[in-house]
T-cell receptor, first 113, second 112 residues
Framework: DSGVTQTPKHLITATGQRVTLRCSPRSGDLSVYWYQQSLDQGLQFLIQYYNGEERAKGNILERFSAQQFPDLHSELNLSSLELGDSALYFC????????????FGPGTRLTVL | QKEVEQDPGPLSVPEGAIVSLNCTYSNSAFQYFMWYRQYSRKGPELLMYTYSSGNKEDGRFTAQVDKSSKYISLFIRDSQPSDSATYLCAMAGSGSARQLTFGSGTQLTVLP
């Protein structure tokens, strides 16, 4: 158990809908990263937050957004969902923004029908 | 061309064998190198973390980094059936944000 929690474990929804994925980092970790894992693209970095502020953006679609709250938990919002958004979404956390030892949560499996 | 290339396998070995997993990369800015193990679409688990070139050993696992060749390796000694998983290499630069760039993963099966 990495200490990173993610909810829900599974999410099934329809095209055009909006969903919110939640992540709680390990105790003491200030940095949160979101990754998407699909069969054809592998694990890809989406966005990073550090102590409430956005620090880096990767291949994140404009339909996707995220935030980190004062209690350090983070939410990833996915809107106008398409079939191709079906994937595993992982959250990872690290102590600091410059620390590479990232610990991953169990993931949320999103299925868009 | 992808920044990080990794042979997807699958790789099948008998129990007790030495396993060698490799990645190559093209981005010279990568300074930090990691290996993660992922069981059947669960969350990746950090196995090894190294900085710059050199070797690092942890139990049955040895990580090697050769920055001059842009090549990293993970060796697993005395492999066990419980080592059967997908192994992902990951890399990061030295900027203020340390997002990871992953290889596509190598699927390993250790046969009893």
């Amino acid at each position: 158990d990495s200490g990173v929690t993610q909810t829900p474990k599974h999410l099934i929804t329809a095209t055009g809908q909006r969903v919110t994925l939640r992540c709680s980092p390990r105790s003491g970790d200030l940095s949160v990263y979101w990754y998407q894992q699909s069969l054809d693209q592998g694990l890809q970095f989406l966005i990073q937050y550090y102590n409430g502020e956005e620090r880096a953006k990767g291949n994140i679609l404009e339909r996707f957004s995220a935030q980190q709250f004062p209690d350090l938990h983070s939410e990833l919002n996915l809107s106008s969902l398409e079939l191709g958004d079906s994937a595993l979404y992982f959250c990872a956390s690290s102590v600091a923004t410059t620390n590479n030892e990232q610990f991953f949560g169990p993931g949320t499996r999103l299925t868009v029908l | 061309q992808k920044e990080v290339e990794q042979d997807p396998g699958p790789l099948s070995v008998p129990e007790g064998a030495i396993v060698s997993l490799n990645c190559t990369y093209s981005n010279s800015a990568f300074q930090y190198f990691m290996w993660y193990r992922q069981y059947s679409r669960k969350g990746p688990e950090l196995l090894m973390y190294t900085y710059s070139s050199g070797n690092k050993e942890d139990g049955r696992f040895t990580a090697q980094v050769d920055k001059s060749s842009k090549y990293i390796s993970l060796f697993i000694r005395d492999s066990q059936p419980s080592d059967s998983a997908t192994y992902l290499c990951a890399m990061a630069g030295s900027g203020s944000a340390r997002q990871l760039t992953f290889g596509s993963g190598t699927q390993l099966t250790v046969l009893p």
